[in-house]
């Protein structure tokens, strides 16, 4: 493979194809810098060691489902916008199945800007729940309780754990009319 520049971006983009071609337990800095045509010691020029590598997809990564979740909430409300909000979520995860996986990292200590791509995601939602007239306390409990069905299906597909011949989107569709029921009541 040639030989390109680096830098933290075409680490991180290349560490994101790693983990969704060949899982997160594939991910080293010796394969991402291999694919890159470098030595693994030129990442830590870029990376603060295989923790700064995973810090930096999970940061990615969560800020790539968040812009996915955002563009599917532009100009929608209600359960419009809840049916967007989770296909583009599971969309996510089906095409980023590693990537997914790195959404779910905690963030070091010294990660802000991975907390603000989680928070981003958690506005997402709760501005959602906004669109349903709730607030405050009400509206950040909705929240949580969408997402976590939603991530809940998603994980549990990613895993095949469905076998039944039952078609998954059609359960997933009821999943999507069974949380905006429970909203709006």
């Known amino acids: 493979m040639a030989r390109r520049r680096l830098d933290l971006d075409s680490v991180i983009e290349q560490a994101a194809l790693v983990v969704d071609s060949i899982g997160r337990d594939g991910l080293s800095l010796g394969r991402v810098a291999g694919d890159l045509g470098v030595q693994p010691s030129a990442l830590y020029n870029h ?76 506005e997402i939602f709760v501005r959602l729940m906004n669109s349903y007239d709730l607030e405050g306390d009400a509206a950040v409990h909705a929240a949580r309780i969408a997402r976590s069905a939603i991530h809940g299906f998603v994980s549990l597909e990613a895993i095949e754990a469905f076998p039944s011949p039952q078609d998954a989107d059609a359960s997933f569709a009821q999943l999507i009319d069974f949380i905006a029921a429970g909203i709006r009541r």
């Not at 800020?63 to 969309?91: K, M």
């Not at 997914?100 to 802000?112: C, K, R, W």
């Open 47 to 122: 990376v603060d060691g295989f923790d700064g590598l995973q810090q930096g997809l999970a940061r990615y990564a969560t800020q790539q489902l968040g812009s996915r979740l955002t563009e599917a909430s532009i100009a929608r409300s209600g359960d419009v916008a809840l049916a967007a909000i989770a296909r583009a979520y599971r969309a996510f995860a089906r095409e980023h199945p590693g990537q997914y996986d790195f959404t779910l990292l905690p963030p070091a200590e010294s990660e802000s800007s991975l907390r603000a791509a989680h928070a981003t995601i958690v």
